[in-house]
């Protein structure tokens, strides 16, 4: 049995604002008013999903050159600063 | 054209004092009380080139006097208080100019929201502003009062006031506090120091201040733009040096030392965030004061 299609997208009301200095980025989270500093990979992510809007996880994967294992780390920890969500 | 302090005669400044001295420090205006002879002294000393004002608006109203009851014979003490509070406990009453210099701090980090606050000395030489933020006992206040006593700008020793309409920093010129060591060693590299009186035993330990260059003072309504954010490091018998510091994490230290980078939301994040875009961002390790200096003169050569 295949896993179910997980749909990724910037969590509602975030309105990630960011920067990008030498393979770090910081983001500020408008709603909790809470800055982050992330790792490149978390970065290209988010870049990723505030561009293209909502995605499902594996072609999130294939288009942020990340590993199914690396993705599930960075997603969830995205998710528990409310960063991101899913349906 | 504005009196300055030092035109008073101390009798002048004791009666000007008791009914409210008017002096500008930077975009601030303090209206100061006190009947403390120590805080007249501090004044004298150390604001001798500040401009007094009559009349008008003032940002602050602050008093510092000894206190009442049994505290004013017996092991005297003396408070602060803004706008008739008294927002610390009451002080050694020889502690009276540093509560003063506390108590202005106060009342611009906890008042002044129009500006992005970061806890950092800042000073310029050819244009060039220099941010330096410094964890406590990284030598940051000596480095400070080296420089201006090298023909330094002083633009501020404890609060850096950023401008939220173009970025640039807003000087304060204030006395550069000095802390245990660097007291002496600052008397002993530039004999020529204005120090002020010292007060021991403060919850900070022995503190002093150096009275800031009269042209710093003169130039306190003159903008920089920062160009450098600098960690100094005081390290025993290490050579001067500098090394990359990463710029996310100076933005992080930034925020995480800013007297109101989260009260002011995305509008902190934004102006932090411009003013990393233009920093260059630098660890510095020193030892040796005249060292440290020729390194931050060639950072803005």
Request: glycine share 6%; charged share 25%.
């Amino acid at each position: 049995m295949s896993a179910p299609l997980r749909f990724w997208r910037i969590a509602d009301h975030a309105a990630l604002a960011w920067r990008h200095w030498d393979g770090e980025y910081v983001f500020h989270h408008a709603l909790a008013n809470d800055t982050h500093r992330l790792s490149d990979a978390a970065g290209i992510l988010l870049l990723h999903l505030m561009e293209s809007g909502e995605t499902e996880q594996s072609t999130l994967a294939e288009a942020c050159g990340l590993d199914a294992e690396d993705l599930d780390v960075i997603l969830s920890a995205l998710m528990k600063i409310d960063f991101v969500a899913w349906r | 054209m504005a009196l300055n302090l030092g035109e008073l005669s101390l009798a002048e400044l004791r009666s000007r004092l008791a009914c409210g001295l008017d002096l500008r420090t930077g975009p601030f205006r303090f209206l100061i009380r006190s009947r403390h002879e120590y805080v007249a002294r501090g004044l004298a000393t150390l604001y001798p080139d500040f401009p007094l004002q009559e009349g008008g608006f003032r940002d602050f109203h602050i008093r510092v006097d000894k206190v009442s009851g049994p505290r004013r014979w017996y092991r005297p003490q003396c408070n602060f208080w803004h706008d008739g509070h008294e927002p610390f406990k009451p002080l050694p009453a020889d502690h009276a100019f540093p509560l003063l210099e506390w108590g202005m701090n106060w009342c611009i980090a906890g008042h002044a929201q129009h500006y992005l606050m970061l806890h950092a000395a800042v000073l310029e030489r050819h244009g060039r502003a220099v941010i330096l933020p410094g964890d406590p006992g990284a030598g940051k206040s000596t480095l400070t009062a080296a420089l201006t006593l090298s023909g330094w700008r002083l633009l501020s020793d404890e609060i850096t006031l950023i401008d939220r309409n173009d970025g640039l920093i807003v000087p304060l010129a204030r006395p550069v506090s000095l802390k245990n060591q660097s007291i002496d060693i600052i008397r002993a590299a530039f004999p020529q120091a204005v120090i002020g009186d010292i007060a021991l035993d403060t919850h900070k330990g022995t503190v002093a201040h150096l009275k800031p260059p009269r042209e710093s003072v003169a130039r306190m309504d003159e903008k920089a733009r920062a160009t450098h954010i600098v960690f100094p490091r005081w390290r025993a018998d290490a050579s001067a040096h500098l090394g990359h510091h990463s710029k996310a994490d100076a933005f992080i230290h930034a925020a995480t030392h800013g007297f109101n980078y989260s009260l002011l939301g995305r509008l902190g994040f934004e102006l932090n965030a411009a003013l990393i875009d233009t920093c260059d961002c630098w660890d510095f390790e020193y030892s040796r004061l005249e060292d440290a200096l020729t390194v931050f003169e060639e950072l803005v050569s």
